[in-house]
């Protein structure tokens, strides 16, 4: 049992920014494709983006294309997302997921984003 550590969320202004990381076991993160997602209450969690383990290769959700960037720093074992020209609409809490083959894997407890008018 692995589980990653999120930090760096807060409360911000529309037009803000945040860098979110997550921290893992690095004999595990140094294999995995890692991704970041989001939940608001009462929705459904919703992927964000995605790094694979070389970083190489990035997904993001459209709604976020152009504004967020993740990255990744393997001898930190450390996923970053980056998040800019924030919107209310990003409210939620953010989760880190060290992603297994299946679809499955290892969840971090989330880190809280606010974005406020």
């Known amino acids: 049992q692995v589980q990653p550590v999120e930090s760096g969320g807060g409360l911000v202004q529309a037009g803000g920014s945040l860098r979110l990381s997550c921290v893992a076991s690095?004999?595990?993160?140094?294999?995995?494709?890692m991704g970041w997602y989001r939940q608001a209450p009462g929705k459904q969690r919703e992927t964000v983006a995605t790094?694979?383990?070389?970083?190489?290769?990035?997904t993001y959700a459209d709604s976020v294309k152009g504004r967020f960037t993740i990255s990744r720093d393997n001898a930190k074992n450390t996923v970053y997302l980056q998040m800019n020209s924030l919107k209310p609409e990003d409210t939620a809490t953010y989760y880190c997921?060290?992603?297994?083959?299946?679809?499955?894997?290892?969840w971090g407890q989330g880190t809280q984003v606010t974005v406020s008018l």
């Open positions: 690095g004999s595990i993160f140094s294999i995995s494709t």
């Open positions: 790094i694979t383990r070389g970083g190489g290769s990035t």
């Open positions: 997921k060290i992603i297994g083959i299946g679809g499955g894997g290892y």
